[in-house]
């Protein structure tokens, strides 16, 4: 079992950033994709960005430009770094991990864009 703790979530202004982040601790495989999804009120849930333990990196391409991705393989933890945010980014974002054929999930973090 994999366990993913989320952080960072709140209330922003548009144009304003924030900073998520998500350590995963238990079973941790040695090769792993850890990612950002969110989902908006009536909406299905929809990638945001994804990172490989090596870096290679995938975003939406509502967050190019505007989000950035990292991860701290020593520490298990996933970054997504928020600028320009806009209302419509406004969604609960959950954290992934995909590693030894498992897939788990954070509890989700919720982030409001609005003035």
């Known amino acids: 079992q994999v366990q993913l703790v989320e952080s960072g979530g709140g209330l922003v202004q548009p144009g304003g950033s924030l900073r998520l982040s998500c350590a995963a601790s238990g079973r941790i495989a040695s090769i792993s994709v850890m990612g950002w999804y969110r989902q908006a009120p009536g909406k299905l849930r929809e990638l945001v960005a994804r990172?490989?333990?090596?870096?290679?990196?995938n975003y939406a391409s509502s967050a190019k430009g505007r989000f950035t991705i990292s991860r701290d393989n020593a520490k298990n933890t996933v970054y997504l770094q928020m600028n320009s945010l806009k209302p419509e980014d406004t969604a609960v974002y959950y954290c992934?991990?995909?590693?030894?054929?498992?897939?788990?999930w954070g509890q989700g973090t919720q982030v409001t864009v609005s003035s």
């Open positions: 990172i490989t333990g090596g870096g290679s990196t």
């Open positions: 992934n991990y995909f590693g030894g054929h498992n897939d788990y």
